[in-house]
């Protein structure tokens, strides 16, 4: 055996013994190391062939995705409401070209998104190959949204900073293009609130600390999607960790899931896919990746004071919100992580999370694709950079490679019986 395996393998093994400590102290290193798997259940309390944790923009995607692709999809979901941070956002979709666009006379093209795009995310490391891939699909999933998930947008169109439904440049996309010397064209698809909120909130866009109505607009298609098609869910219930085959191999056979009090084993016979969100409201990992931040690290949220589940999109300014349960819970079999420290130029999100490729396939800490685990979204790192492009950056990589990641997690061949 080489030298260079037999340290890896020591590097594993120690690693392994040092995460246990810090977890137990509530922090985690920026690498952690396979370790011992959870012992297969004896008895699966539910089986799917793809098991999405996170009911928000990127858990939908994949679960609409995986079961329009004829794959039997399970929803868990933490809180006892759905949304996750898509229902708390200002309700925007940034992307283009897009058929909204044409109609209001709006030229854009998969080039000049990509021009934005390489500018404001490459400088932090995030590949051309996966902008270009966003770039591709940002227009075409906004256009989905709308016209097959049935989201509602106002036919209107405003080239001066607007928080209001329709097309409009938003003030970071002004910010970031006036930085860069990019042109302004107007790529935030802010979609319509939902009455009932709308009325609850004055009918007024407040900002996000007095809750942002749009978000309740543009996460209704993709409940809706969900919905029509029956896809099983599971609220109250959090991931609590992955389930592998072997510290070798890495498969993943399932999730161990705490639901309502109790420990629940969901058995995955094609694939996991992580949609949980970032670590934003979990105090132990601020400190510990951004310990040079403003204020020691820490940017939890408050609570939203008027919060109605039923009606805010506000629903993860909730300290239990955003806990880094998923980048946790991949940490621990031995996926990699990147950005862990990064803020964007919004200094409000944490653009770090685990390590994915092209396919939204998880990749370990040597770059190893980890079977059977795909993840989208804020729980993953590696794709937004200094500059916030422009309102609904974050749903629109969380749509873009949940779907791929649906798709694909359907195509897997079914695991051998465990």
């Known amino acids: 055996m080489s030298e260079e395996r037999i340290s890896r393998r020591k590097f594993l093994a120690g690693s392994a013994t040092a995460a246990t400590g810090l977890a137990a102290a509530g922090v985690m290193p920026a690498v952690a190391a396979a370790r011992q798997p959870l012992a297969v259940p004896d008895k699966w309390d539910y089986e799917a062939d793809v098991v999405v944790a996170g009911y928000g923009a990127a858990g939908c995607s994949a679960a609409i995705e995986a079961h329009d692709a004829g794959a039997k999809v399970l929803i868990i979901e933490k809180q006892a409401f759905t949304g996750g941070s898509i229902r708390r956002c200002g309700g925007g979709m940034y992307g283009g070209p897009t058929a909204l666009q044409k109609t209001l006379g709006v030229e854009d093209s998969v080039d000049a998104v990509y021009e934005t795009l390489v500018a404001c995310l490459t400088p932090t490391g995030t590949d051309e190959e996966r902008i270009r891939i966003i770039a591709e699909n940002c227009g075409p999933n906004i256009d989905w949204v709308i016209q097959e998930l049935g989201g509602e947008i106002k036919e209107k169109l405003s080239m001066k ?4 439904p329709g097309l409009n440049v938003s003030n970071l996309e002004e910010l970031a293009c006036k930085a860069l010397h990019l ?12 009455p009932e909120f709308a009325q609850f909130m004055g009918g007024e866009m407040k900002g996000f600390e007095g809750g942002m109505p749009g978000g309740s607009g543009l996460f209704k298609p993709f409940d809706d999607a969900v919905q029509k098609r029956q896809i099983e869910t599971l609220l109250e219930t959090g991931l609590e960790e992955l389930i592998i085959a072997d510290p070798t191999t890495r498969e993943v056979l399932g999730v161990k899931a705490s639901s309502k009090g109790n420990t629940i084993y969901i058995k995955a016979n094609k694939a996991v896919f992580l949609g949980t969100g970032g670590f934003r409201q979990n105090v132990a990992m601020l ?10 690290g820490i940017h939890v949220a408050p609570d939203f004071p008027n919060f109605r589940p039923e009606l805010t999109p506000n629903p993860s300014l909730l300290k239990e919100h955003e806990d ?41 800490v040597f770059g190893n694709v980890i079977p059977r685990l795909y993840a989208s979204g804020c729980v993953t790192g590696g794709t937004m950079g200094k500059y916030y492009p422009g309102c609904g950056i974050y749903v629109t990589v969380a749509v873009c490679f949940g779907r791929i990641a649906g798709k694909n997690a359907a195509a897997e061949t079914p695991v051998a019986a465990a």
């Open 183 to 194: 042109p302004e064209v107007g790529r935030s698809h802010w979609f319509t609130p939902i």
């Open 161 to 164: 900073y607007a928080i209001d």
């Open 324 to 364: 880094g349960s998923g980048v946790l819970a991949g940490m621990a079999i031995g996926a990699g992580v990147t950005n862990m420290g990064l803020l964007d130029s919004t200094r409000f999100h944490c653009a770090g999370g685990l390590v994915i490729n092209n396919d939204a396939r998880v990749l370990d």
């Open 287 to 296: 400190k510990d990746y951004r310990p040079h931040e403003d204020g020691g």
